[in-house]
């Protein structure tokens, strides 16, 4: 047997990259950790503090604390000074870590992977059979951390942003259309559009009913309730109204037949209406999507995306790395004439689709 020829520096590289992926691992719970425990926001804004005095202020146990922010200096979250024995969280760092309302906080996004490696078992028997994982059989973590992880996204780029990037939509949504938001999950894209336009109505779809109580929950927080309805419905079947906008937030490529789900928009869209596509950042070529995103995307696609898709028939499964050509083709069998990128970020594609 012909033995490889081992190149050491490139063994070592990747040694070394496979291991910084291995300490990202056991760094996440420690960042849900300081997220539930406060010890972020406690370090926030706070200037250098010694880990007795972050223990005190959060009221947690000293050794825990400083063993935690001795983890995050490692990893580059947190300033340690020396001389002083302190520990300080940096602006920036505090815009990732501590302020929930930014659009760049992650901790939340956590609860996705913690999710993955519960479900870990359903994943195997579902590469070994064959067979699907529906969304809602996923532990409940996987709902809230998806829907925290796009939440502040939404809030930050949704309506300043995306909805003034199609035509003509912003007039509409100020005069007064229907909006079908589906496949809302826990509603905070459906909510957010309500809170900005009072004159439409506002009817969040999606077939997992518990995400549909936390969005009526969001709903009441934010005092829409009077335009906002909710309803389980599938992609196929929710009630016809003439939407002036149909919204699929990062939900198209999870449906087991996102053609019929097209097909089913262009039949209850409004004559002049438009869709707004909202799909997980990809180029069209794997080559493209050799990145930090691609990694990301693709492991979630995988375990959760592709899984669904499955669990539903499965007759198309676009996977969460679909890329806008596979995204257009899917809208173009569907009968809709007009199928353009209106904007995007490093995380997500923003289409507009018109018949
Ligand atoms: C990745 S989540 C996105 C949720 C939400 N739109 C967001 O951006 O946070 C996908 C959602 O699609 C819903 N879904 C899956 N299959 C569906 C179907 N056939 N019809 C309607 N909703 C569906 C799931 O229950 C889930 O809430």
Not at 52 to 70: F, M
Not at 107 to 124: G, K, R, T, Y
Not at 199 to 208: L, P
Not at 209 to 217: F, I, K, M
Request: aromatic fraction near 10%.
């Amino acid at each position: 047997m012909n033995m490889p020829v081992i190149d050491e520096s490139k063994l070592e590289a990747f040694v070394m990259r496979a291991m910084g992926d291995l300490a990202a691992g056991y760094g996440g719970i420690m960042i849900t950790l300081g997220n539930k425990l406060g010890l972020y926001k406690t370090l926030a804004g706070a200037g250098p503090l010694s880990a007795a005095e972050v223990a005190k202020r959060s009221t947690c146990a000293e050794r825990y604390v400083r063993e935690w922010l001795n983890s995050q200096a490692a990893s580059g979250y947190v300033d340690y000074h020396p001389a002083s024995d302190t520990y300080e969280l940096a602006p920036e760092q505090a815009m990732v870590l501590a302020d929930d309302e930014s659009p760049v906080f992650l901790p939340p996004a956590w609860q996705v992977p913690a999710s993955m490696w519960f479900d870990e078992e359903l994943s195997l028997e579902a590469f070994r059979t064959g067979k699907g994982v529906n969304w809602g059989e996923h532990d409940h973590r996987l709902q809230c951390g998806v829907a925290a992880f796009y939440r502040n996204g939404y809030r930050s780029s949704l309506v300043p942003e995306w909805l003034p990037a199609l035509e003509g939509v912003v007039e509409k949504l100020e005069a007064g259309i229907n909006v079908a938001d589906v496949g809302c999950g826990h509603g905070h894209s459906t909510v957010l559009m309500a809170k900005a336009f009072p004159n439409s109505h506002f009817y969040g779809y999606d077939v997992h009913a518990p995400s549909l109580q936390e969005s009526t929950q969001n709903a009441i927080k934010a005092g829409v309730t009077d335009h906002v309805e909710f309803q389980v419905a599938k992609a196929v079947d929710y009630p016809d109204k003439q939407y002036g906008l149909i919204c699929f937030f990062d939900c198209l490529h999870d449906l087991g037949d996102p053609l019929a789900a097209a097909q089913y928009a262009a039949k209850v869209l409004a004559p002049d209406g438009a869709v707004l596509l909202v799909e997980p950042f990809a180029n069209d070529r794997l080559e493209q999507n050799i990145s930090t995103v691609g990694q990301l995307y693709y492991s979630a696609s995988t375990c959760i995306c592709c899984a669904h898709a499955i669990s539903e028939g499965g007759t198309e499964v676009l996977g969460a790395q679909a890329g806008e050509a596979r995204l257009a083709e899917v809208f173009c069998k569907a009968g809709f004439k007009h199928f353009r990128r209106a904007a995007e970020t490093p995380f997500n594609l923003i289409l507009e689709a018109r018949r």
